[in-house]
């Protein structure tokens, strides 16, 4: 029996982690969410270079078909390769025939010169106004005041948000923020933020993510706008995101229903509408999300994107998957080695 639904939208993705799996331990365990940042990911983003960014968002676009995902808001950071990198990224998930926005995550840890080049890829992607975007930050406590301002400023420019993370962790300067923040903005965790934080725009929820930094609950429930579903960079299985969502709601208050879950999926609509025009056909015998809660590995079978039919029969319609998964393969064999000789610095 099959039902269809539209396609899913990641409504949070780090794409340029796709090929971070197998990666070479840090030099040391983290002790907290700031040395992961530091000994993980700030590492990781150093080593990405144009390949590396091409096959890994070629990956992870069909890797999201695969879990009948057709939309991701993408957040990228690639210090030593920044010029062109968010074309790289969408043309790879066009090839695929995902949907994605794109945005640079542009911070002060690299110098202003860094934060420059991160405000001018951002300017130079939405400037030809033919594919969808906002503008990056990385967090407030990583930017300048004057970077804050000058992405606010980028983003009225083009008329979009701004896509930042925000109180992931217990030692964000978010309340910087709250002058420039509009209703457009992806607020992205906000684990920390108190109830009444003041800042405007889309709380963008990242239940797994959060789970695997120890970096505490939400509690989405708690704020008065709206809460979309991301997953962080660890995959595009949404309705795992949303099954995630349920359960961490559900051990902090036992009234939560799978409806609820639901409507914060369903809010990634809101972001890129587009997706509801796409079509999803399931394995599975319904769509109701107190089936979907308690239904795992629940597939799709067919999907079509803009009326063309790009998953079937288990396989890409586009690419050739087992390609990508190969020539994937050996792009994060390059990428470890040079995360590896970082050690030798």
Sequence with gaps: MT???PGLVCAHHHLYSTLARGMPAPPRTPSGFQEILEMVWWRLDRVLDPESIAWSARLGALEALERGTTAIIDHHESPNSIDGSLSIIADACEEVGVRVSCS???TDRHGADGAAAGLRENDRFLGDGEREGYVGLHAAFTCSDETIAAAAELARKHDVGVHVHVAEGD????????PFSDDDWLIV?????????GLRGTLIHNPRSNMNNGVGYARPVRFDQPVALGSDGIGADMLEEFRLAYV????DDVTFSPDQAWAWLAAG???????LDDRV?????SDDPWYLAFTPGTSPLEIEIDGETVWEDGEPTLVDGDEIRAKAAEAATALHRRLADLDDE
């Design 171 to 178: 030692r964000d300067t978010w309340e910087r923020l709250v």
């Design 269 to 275: 609509w809101d972001l890129m509408p587009a997706a």
């Design 248 to 251: 961490a709601a559900r051990a």
């Design 104 to 106: 640079y995550g542009v």
């Design 3 to 5: 039902v269809s639904t």
């Design 281 to 285: 056909y399931w394995a599975t015998e």
């Design 189 to 197: 965790h906000g684990v920390h933020l108190p109830d009444d934080h």
